[in-house]
């Protein structure tokens, strides 16, 4: 991502922000309300309009594709909220996500059972029923059926507990493991800084600070504005 601008109804949130991660790394992004973290994730996966600047994507101009070619070229987008199918069972979720497959779906179902082993009891039970890190863990999931090169996340822990949020914080550093990169909107600063090879803090749609997770975590203008500290 590189100088993008971006918004609603022709009013730009994003002013010119620039983003990059690596493979496979995580990417975290913090900021206060109304920075522009989730219109990032939306821009870059082509949820609405980029009016100036790029966004590429493994080599490949991608800026203002559409949804549908993104998940094709190997991108998925779990957002904050709505990102399961209630009343389907944890299986169907993920059946769900393979839709751009031509393959089978058994095997790569296996593999996400190992790595969210709590949803393998609960695989005909409905995602509605779930507790919100289960559900959350469907949400991941589904969006690694068609083993993606790279994983946007909105808010993957918000309204967890300490125990789930350590869960999905340790599942996503396994992510990274088996290739898949990784962007990450979070409101939890500290933990998510903690396993982010590079932090991105954004205030008024700009960067403000970029650097690596530790690097951020140990600067006092950082912890001092942005971090509670």
Not at 109 to 135: C, T, V
Not at 157 to 185: H, N, R, Y
Not at 205 to 214: A, S
Request: hydrophobic fraction near 45%; glycine fraction near 10%; proline fraction near 5%.
């Amino acid at each position: 991502m590189n100088a993008v601008h971006a918004g609603y109804g022709g009013a730009d949130i994003l002013n010119g922000v620039d983003l990059a991660v690596g493979k496979p790394e995580v990417a975290v992004i913090v900021g206060p309300n109304g920075a522009g973290k989730s219109t990032l994730l939306k821009a870059i996966f082509g949820l609405l309009v980029v009016n100036r600047g790029s966004v590429d994507f493994d080599g490949t101009d991608i800026t203002n594709a559409a949804p549908q070619k993104l998940v094709t070229a190997g991108m998925s987008f779990v957002p904050q909220e709505r990102n399961v199918f209630e009343t389907l069972t944890v299986e169907e979720n993920l059946e769900m996500g393979a839709f751009t497959r031509r393959d089978g779906v058994n095997a790569q179902i296996e593999k996400i059972y190992e790595l969210f082993s709590p949803l393998r009891d609960k695989r005909r039970q409905p995602a509605g029923e779930l507790s919100g890190g289960q559900r959350q863990m469907v949400a991941m999931g589904r969006a690694l059926m068609i083993e993606p090169k790279l994983l946007l996340l909105d808010e993957p822990t918000a309204g967890l507990s300490p125990k789930f949020m350590g869960d999905i914080f340790s599942q996503i550093i396994a992510i990274t493991k088996i290739g898949v990169s990784v962007i990450m909107v979070e409101q939890n600063a500290k933990q998510a800084l903690r396993i982010a090879d590079r932090g991105y803090v954004l205030v008024a749609g700009t960067n403000r600070y970029t650097d690596t997770g530790p690097n951020l975590l140990a600067d006092p203008e950082v912890a001092k504005s942005f971090l509670g500290d």
